[in-house]
């Protein structure tokens, strides 16, 4: 079955940067779409970036973009989420999720990794 495993959040001080992966196993994902999202306590949860597994244009949620940068690395079939500049406002638990069918439709998710941005 699908798995997808988060890494690489943590504590960084406003303006700083993280780098979170996501290791995707269980099929071959070169039909689908990968996205990142988040969600801080109280809040709904927020669409961060996307990119279709094969290549393509990323699109990236209006809060993030210009400083975070999602990408793909096919040879180890991860997907990488590459945070700038960044905020407190950032700080939330992040998710990897797939869409097998790019539809925006999300049928799996991975269990998030806390990214806690101080000021």
């Known amino acids: 079955q699908v798995q997808l495993v988060e890494s690489g959040g943590g504590l960084v001080q406003a303006g700083g940067s993280l780098r979170l992966s996501c290791a995707a196993s269980g099929r071959t994902f070169s039909n689908y779409a990968m996205g990142w999202f988040r969600q801080a306590p109280g809040k709904e949860r927020e669409f961060v970036a996307r990119?279709?597994?094969?290549?393509?244009?990323?699109y990236y949620g209006d809060s993030v973009k210009g400083r975070f940068t999602i990408s793909i690395n096919d040879a180890n079939n991860r997907v990488y989420l590459q945070m700038s500049s960044l905020k407190p406002e950032d700080t939330a638990v992040y998710y990897c999720a797939a869409d097998q069918w790019r539809d925006g439709t999300y049928e799996y998710w991975g269990q998030g990794t806390q990214v806690t941005v101080s000021s």
């Open positions: 990119i279709p597994w094969s290549g393509g244009s990323p």
